[in-house]
């Protein structure tokens, strides 16, 4: 009882942790450039952009719990997207209704994503190659692919209305942040609140012993590749309206923001330990630090230098406090 | 007592971190916007008058594909020394790396900053169409270089040559350093994914197909990543699979050196001929002993200033003109919103000392 309140403390010690560090970053920017960082429209465009990493790295992180990653993110996101595209060329083409149109081009995008996502985890789950090499290799297959269909370039052709899912604002809030909202909750149900999600991070801490307590690790691990699979379509609809066009490798960089963010936000890259909150706490931060130092006008070189920095302060931080409970627990074996 | 303790410092030391790495920026950002905001009413009311000759403090941001790259940073050069030279505040800020989604966002970043004009290198023009559109509505002057963005989007479009003149001018070369038009050849490139390097091969193998129709590609564009060490393998494979290669075209400035280490590596350097957009700086040792047969580019430090020129000329109300001289750039054409620089430098190991960049 003792021993899970203290890990509770713990625990919560690491988000209230980064929350701090969000809160102070906030306020620093806010006082370095009070007439253009702490406005409504920063505010809201750093809505706007931290949506498609947000969701992204929500992915990443449910991939890391178990101990994967998933090198093939962004082009899981940009090949669903060139198909969703073309489906959509053709539909505005043949003068079909435009909200059907969105709907149908969203669902082939979400589908397909879900397809790839499936096609990492049969790798992953049951063929049993490490997730970094298969990732890499679809990565490859995937921006290959996109690339035949479009040879390289940009295409788009929506119809108007698709423009509001990416760069729309309902009731005051960036569209593409209500999704993005939307995806938290359910993900923090899905992971947080369900045996599933329990198994989630049993195979991140050890597969084979997770296996031999009666749980289908296999049909776990295929779960958690298409549900980050699905993440990716989602991120996929939002930028193709973002940028108002598909093309392979829009969002490429978002790959290892997406393992920054989640691993900024406490969870660990060997699996079992992090939350999806940490993860949303980690984006938040990267947003501010981004927007903030442009703001400023400093050189972008710098602006990874200090991610990367306050990336390397945080872990080992963390790295001491555990280091501590372990010497505490050490001490009184009983 | 020992976590708060370690809490407080942490915390503590990313702040100082933080303060400490932008406060060198941060004040060249924020002192000039005084004179800037403050200057900016009076002048639109005067600008009939006096045509704003000893220039305002506007501020202008300059954003390149990436930052960081050699013929980048020459450009990042010359756009400092315009605003050096025209009392401008200038930015160079870019993303580190290639990607259209990382300059929307910088570009949404310098909107809530409150910049007076852009001129932007699109990694992709589509992408950026919809941010571009936003900077328009909060009154910023919208200028591409280096690379077009969509027409509609811009004022002005800054290029570096006209595209047809350099399209032809990789075969017109190669044709005459060959001494014939029935040779076989290749295409290195920089990426597939890359518009202009794209345009410039496809109006040239167009050209060709017509000026030299017994001309054979060896096999499709080869793509090497912009790497230099890429263009060295993939000209090596080349010439195993093709022994009667005679002519390699590097497009994008890593490869036709690459590709003239392995040549000479090979000892091929009498009977391949490559030519391609290189650097002068870069290419001095390959042209020295013939590996490198020809290079051309123009010089992107001019580039970069020209475009902070014309961003100016716009933002004081004055029109560029076909054939105006532009100080330390020369002679520009200048067609609607497309405004070309010159023509391109050609080096060879006779003059390329001359160039410095």
Known sequence: MVEKLIHNIQRNLQLYLLLAILLVLFIVMSVLSPSKFFTPNNISSMMFQMAELGVLSIGMSIVILTGGINLALSHSSMLAAILGTLVMQAMVAAGLNPLLTILVGSVVIIATSLILGAVNGFFIAHVGVLPMLVTLGTRSVFEGIGLNITKGSAISGYPAEFDFIGNGVFMGIPFPFLIYIIVIIVSILLIQRTSWGISVYMIGGNIKATELSGINTKKVLMGVYMMCGILCGIAGIIMASRYSSARTDYGSTYVMQAVTATVLGGADINGGEGTIIGTVIGVAILQVISSGLNILGVNRNLVDIIIGAILIAVLSIRFFTKFERRIKKSENPV | ?357
Request: charged share 25%.
């Open chain 2, 1 to 357: 007592m020992k976590k708060v303790l370690v809490v407080t410092l942490v915390v503590l030391m990313v702040v100082s971190m933080l303060v400490s790495c932008s406060q060198p920026a941060s004040p060249p950002s924020e002192e000039p916007k005084a004179p800037t905001e403050d200057t900016k009413a009076p002048e639109q009311e005067k600008e009939p008058e006096e045509q704003g000759e000893e220039g305002k403090a506007w501020k202008i941001a300059v954003m390149p594909k990436l930052i960081g790259i050699p013929y980048f940073n020459a450009s990042e050069k010359g756009a400092l020394q315009a605003g050096k030279d025209m009392g401008l505040d200038v930015q160079y800020v870019g993303p580190t790396n290639a990607d259209a989604t990382e300059q929307v966002k910088m570009i949404e970043d310098l909107i809530n900053q409150g910049i007076d004009a852009l001129c932007v290198a699109p990694n992709d023009p589509a992408a950026l169409s919809p941010v571009l559109k936003k900077a328009k509505d909060a009154g910023i002057v919208v200028l591409d270089w280096d690379t077009p963005a969509n027409p509609e989007d811009v004022v002005y479009s800054i290029n570096q040559v006209d595209q047809q003149e350099y399209a032809q001018l990789y075969f017109d070369k190669a044709v005459e350093l060959a001494g014939k038009d029935d040779f076989k050849y290749a295409i290195l490139t920089g990426g597939l994914n890359a518009a202009n390097l794209n345009g410039w091969i496809d109006a040239g193998l167009e050209y060709a197909k017509e000026k030299y129709p017994n001309l054979q590609l060896v096999t499709e564009r080869v793509p090497t990543d912009e790497s230099q060490q890429l263009a060295y393998q993939k000209t090596l494979e080349l010439i195993a699979a093709y022994p009667d290669l005679e002519v390699i075209l590097g497009y994008s400035t890593p490869t036709p050196l690459g590709a003239a280490k392995a040549v000479r590596e090979k000892n091929l350097i009498d009977s391949i001929i490559v030519v391609g957009s290189t650097t002068p700086n870069d290419s001095v040792e390959y042209l020295d002993d013939g590996s490198l047969d020809l290079g051309f580019l123009w010089d992107p430090s001019k580039l970069g200033y020209l475009a902070v020129f014309a961003a100016k000329e716009v933002l004081e109300g004055r029109e560029l003109s076909d054939g105006q001289e532009v100080p330390n750039v020369g002679k520009i054409s200048v067609d609607g919103k497309i405004v070309i620089m010159g023509p391109p430098s050609v080096w060879t190991k006779e003059n390329v000392r001359d160039y410095d960049f």
